[in-house]
């Protein structure tokens, strides 16, 4: 088994050409044609189709990718166990994040982890929910850090995450204490698209509210700045807006997003440097957790 030939087919799947796979690999186009040839040979079967613009997966080459796929991992896995047990604390992480998450809390966690683990090099990956499931589902992160709304990862919760209202100070309902649900049916409301916030939109569902939709964006920052400039309010986590520039004030009843960690993989199937990543985090947010 040649496990060189596995990767040049899942390097040139995942970026869907031969040259970028290449330059991903440090090979040449050349060599990775010809590895990817010689794994048609030995299958009897064609691993890809050629297009003008890049290469996708036939059929059968996608049934085998995601086999490939675990066998690469579990080498992975290997590899870094018998370093392991050599003194040798090595390895690479993909994580993906939630923006909040990448912003106030793994600029922390990743120094503490650096200092722990030097050698083990982490990758970030920032992007929505929606984004993060999917990374985990096609094995393009180890593990994630975000909220969990598909029941289909194993979820490690971390801490709650109030979802409150933000405003900008010159607006009506600045000097309420406190801010009902339903006066987003009254007033002008910034909401983000259901793949960027679904907690937020999940709270007002639950609660019957049909929001008086100003403006629908799906960038959190463009939301803020829209918030901050009296275009109207919205209703976003907590975490997300500390230190914004923008008023912040809570619902007149408690309501959060659960934050947490996300894997496709067990814990006894994870590579020991993503168990030591996930176990850094979990020992930084418990001592860290009041400032959430």
Not at 108 to 131: A, C, D, M, Q, W
Not at 183 to 192: A, D
Request: with cysteine; aromatic share 6%.
């Amino acid at each position: 088994m040649d496990l060189k030939k596995h990767l040049a087919f899942i390097k040139t799947v995942e970026s869907g050409s031969l040259t970028q796979a290449a330059a991903i690999l440090n090979y040449t186009q050349p060599n990775i044609s010809q590895m990817i040839s010689k794994l048609e040979e030995e299958y009897g079967f064609p691993l890809l189709i050629r297009q003008r613009h890049g290469v996708r997966p036939t059929a059968n080459g996608l049934k085998v990718l995601h086999i490939m796929k675990e066998i690469q991992k579990n080498y992975e896995k290997l590899s870094e166990t018998v370093d392991n047990i050599n003194g040798l604390e090595r390895g690479e992480i993909r994580l993906g994040t939630v923006t909040s998450v990448a912003v106030k809390w793994l600029p922390k966690i990743l120094r503490e982890f650096n200092v722990l683990y030097p050698s083990i090099k982490v990758h970030l990956f920032e992007g929505n929910s929606t984004e993060l499931e999917e990374w985990l589902k096609d094995d393009q992160v180890d593990a994630a850090i975000g909220t969990s709304h598909s029941g289909k990862r194993h979820f490690y919760p971390l801490a709650e995450d109030p979802i409150v209202v933000v405003m900008s100070p010159q607006h009506e309902l600045a000097q309420c204490e406190t801010v009902p649900l339903h006066v987003m049916e009254s007033v002008k409301c910034i909401v983000p698209y259901p793949e960027t916030h679904f907690d937020v939109l999940k709270v007002l569902k639950e609660e019957k509210i049909t929001p008086r939709i100003a403006y629908q964006i799906r960038g959190d920052e463009a939301i803020i700045a829209m918030v901050r400039n009296n275009l109207g309010i919205s209703l976003l986590p907590q975490l997300l807006v500390n230190d914004c520039d923008v008023l912040i004030k809570r619902l007149d009843r408690y309501v959060c997003r659960q934050i947490g960690i996300l894997t496709a993989r067990a814990k006894e199937t994870q590579t020991p440097s993503v168990q030591k990543l996930i176990q850094c985090i979990k020992e930084w947010v418990a001592i860290h957790q009041a400032s959430v």
